[in-house]
Structures are given as structure tokens and as C-alpha cells.
């Protein structure tokens, strides 16, 4: 009894384009199974690219003295929750080795393991064949870009925080970065079988959902991570950290999934089961046309 009205509530919702367009969206969502794939990429992210990240803010720390504080200054802590991120992170480097440099780049090989997940992931949405070995380039081009983005994303809030008028540019800068960011880099970890067009509703509405989260995150992870590392010490931080990256990653996966629903409302394939015929068409374009 208790299915007919679901049974009902269905039919009334494909009778209407919008009705069509959530039910499609959120057939598409179940059938990703978002928790799984979110949480292996958050998974990913901190052990692939929070290193990357780690090695470069020493890195600048140790050619900028006052660059120290950065990871506290971004995420607004308290001095005592500062300092112990501080002592969690790797000294200054007093130079540059030869050791070090092909250790920094062993280290980013080792992070396209977040790149590869996050192929597995765009594939599976858009329902498309993996790309042989042979194009393995572009996982070390994914992650390049993802670093890129992300110091260009943290420039970005050293020169125009301040007053609240400063604030509005700021979310438009951030989610204009982000955009391009998830725009860019999706297009190269599948291999560019996707076109730039397709992939554009899904990354812009990632980087309005990473700018939207920026600001929900600065009310709430400065609290959340003194009170981790207040009971758990460091690894109070990292369980905050991965908490906190399967936020973003079910944000990209949410927002890429409804743009490829995007797509194929756009091209008249909104409710075709499986969206072969969109995504052989799909399949043919590099780039923009």
C-alpha cells in the first residue's frame, strides 16, 4: 500500500519537465552511490593532495619567514589550535637538494591515486569506457592542475579579504577559480572524451558549491577543529580534515551529476535510460566544437 503512492507521485512527476529533470537527477545520484565515492576521494584527497600541499606551504615557508601562519590564517583558528598545526606540519627547509626535489616529485606521481579516483568517479557518472595506460600523462596533469587551482584559490583570499563590500568580489573570484578549476581538470582526468561543453554546467555548479561551502566552513571548521584537537590532539585534525573533505567531494559529485542532467535536457535526452545516444554524441567532440 504504502508504494502506490510513490508509484503515483512518479508518474505525476515525469508528466512535467522539471519533474522529469529531479527524478532524472536523483535516479542518478542513487545509482553513483554518493557516500562510497565520496568518501574514497576524500579519502584520496588527504592522502594525495594534502601532502603535495603540505611540501609546497614548507616550501614557501622556508623563502618567506612570515608565510609560517598561512593554513591557520585561511581556516581562522584560535592561537592554541594554530600553533598545534604548526608543529604538525614539516620544518622549514634550510635549501634545495637534489634528494628533495626528486622526493617532491616521486610525491606527486604518488598523488595521482586522488586523479585516478576522481576518473573512476566522472566515468561512472558519465557512463563512459576508461582510457588505456598509454594516457596515463594526464593524472600527473589532473593533480597539477588541482594544486595550481588551489594556491591560486588561497592567493586569491590573501589579496582581497577584508571589509564586507571585499567579501562579494571574494565569492565570485572563488567560485569563478573553482569552476575553471573542476572545468579543467575533469576534462583532462577523462581523458578529453567529454567535451568542454558538457562538462560546463556540472563545473560550474561545483564551483558555486566549493564558494557556498567556503563560507559555511568559516563559521564552522575553526570550532570543529579546536574541539577535535582540543580531545584528540592531531588526530582529532585529521578526522576533522576527512570530515570535512567529504563535504567537498559530495559537492563535486552532487554538482557534476546534475550537470551532465543539464546536458542532457539541453540535447533533448533527459529521460532516455542509459543516455547512450547522448554520450556517443558526446564521446565525438574534443573540446569545444
Known amino acids: 500500500m504504502a508504494q502506490l503512492p510513490v508509484n503515483r507521485l512518479a508518474r505525476a512527476g515525469v508528466r512535467s519537465v522539471a519533474g522529469r529533470f529531479v527524478m532524472r537527477a536523483l535516479r542518478d545520484i542513487r545509482e ?3 557516500f562510497d565515492r565520496a568518501m574514497t576521494l576524500a579519502a584520496q584527497a588527504f592522502t594525495s593532495i594534502l601532502p603535495v ?3 609546497a606551504g614548507s616550501l614557501r615557508g622556508s623563502l618567506n619567514p612570515e608565510a609560517n601562519s598561512l593554513v591557520a590564517n ?5 592561537d592554541r ?6 608543529q604538525s606540519m614539516p620544518q622549514q627547509v634550510e635549501g634545495v637538494t637534489l634528494t628533495q626535489v626528486i622526493a617532491a616529485l616521486l610525491l606527486i606521481v604518488a598523488a595521482t591515486s ?3 579516483a576522481l576518473e573512476r568517479c566522472f566515468l561512472r557518472i558519465w557512463k563512459t569506457p576508461k582510457a588505456g595506460i ?22 586569491t583570499r590573501n589579496i582581497v579579504r577584508g571589509t564586507d563590500a571585499i567579501s562579494v568580489l571574494e565569492f565570485i573570484l572563488e567560485a569563478a577559480i573553482w569552476s575553471a578549476l573542476w572545468w579543467i581538470a575533469s576534462w583532462v582526468v577523462v581523458n578529453r572524451s567529454i567535451s568542454l561543453r558538457a562538462l560546463l554546467p556540472g563545473s560550474v555548479l561545483a564551483g558555486l558549491g566549493f564558494a557556498v561551502a567556503t563560507v559555511v566552513g ?5 570550532g570543529a577543529l579546536a574541539a577535535s584537537a582540543e580531545q584528540f590532539g592531531v588526530l582529532g585534525l585529521a578526522f576533522s580534515y576527512i570530515g570535512w573533505l567529504f563535504v567537498l567531494m559530495s559537492v563535486l559529485l552532487i554538482a557534476v551529476t546534475i550537470g551532465r542532467v543539464i546536458h542532457l535536457a539541453l540535447i533533448g535526452q533527459l529521460w532516455s535510460r542509459s543516455g547512450e545516444a547522448a554520450e556517443a554524441r558526446t564521446s565525438t567532440h574534443r573540446g569545444l566544437p
Request: hydrophobic fraction near 65%; proline fraction near 2%; aromatic fraction near 10%.
Open 218 to 222: 568559516r563559521g564552522y571548521l575553526p
Open 81 to 86: 589550535t594554530a600553533d598545534l598545526v604548526q
Open 114 to 116: 586522488f586523479a585516478r
Open 53 to 55: 600541499l603540505i611540501v
Open 74 to 78: 585561511n581556516l581562522g583558528l584560535d
Open 134 to 155: 598509454r594516457f596515463a600523462w594526464r593524472w600527473v596533469a589532473g593533480i597539477v592542475a588541482i594544486v595550481i587551482g588551489l594556491l591560486v584559490v588561497v592567493a
Open 32 to 34: 553513483l552511490e554518493l
